[in-house]
Nanobody, 123 residues
Framework: QVQLVESGGGLVQAGGSLSLSCAASGRTFSSTAMGWFRQAPGKEREFVAAISWSGSSTFYAASVKGRFTISRDNAKNTVYLQMNSLKPEDTAVYSC????????????????WGQGTQVTVSS
């Protein structure tokens, strides 16, 4: 069992920045690949970014590459998502998730999910 709790969402103007955190407890965090996903109203959940268990590998959705950075601190059991140059289309509920196996963008490959945190970007 893994518990994930996100924090750091909020309201920001276009062009601004936000930093999300996801605190994990339960299963050995340091051996688990992690991902961030988002879901806007009326849309399906979509992949944002993922990071390997060691942090040595990361990859991003094309829509956020160059603007968002995923990182982790295994000593703190926490994964982060730094979001810069935010756009109104980034508005969504952002959730972190723990992967069943290695780093992946597939929603179906993630076993555990946090409750999500709202990010709203105004124009």
């Amino acid at each position: 069992q893994v518990q994930l709790v996100e924090s750091g969402g909020g309201l920001v103007q276009a062009g601004g920045s936000l930093s999300l955190s996801c605190a994990a407890s339960g299963r050995t965090f340091s051996s688990t690949a992690m991902g961030w996903f988002r879901q806007a109203p009326g849309k399906e959940r979509e992949f944002v970014a993922a990071i390997s268990w060691s942090g040595s590998s990361t990859f991003y959705a094309a829509s956020v590459k160059g603007r968002f950075t995923i990182s982790r601190d295994n000593a703190k059991n926490t994964v982060y998502l730094q979001m810069n140059s935010l756009k109104p289309e980034d508005t969504a509920v952002y959730s972190c998730a723990a992967a069943r196996l290695g780093i992946t963008s597939s929603v179906q490959s993630y076993d555990y999910w946090g409750q999500g945190t709202q990010v709203t970007v105004s124009s």
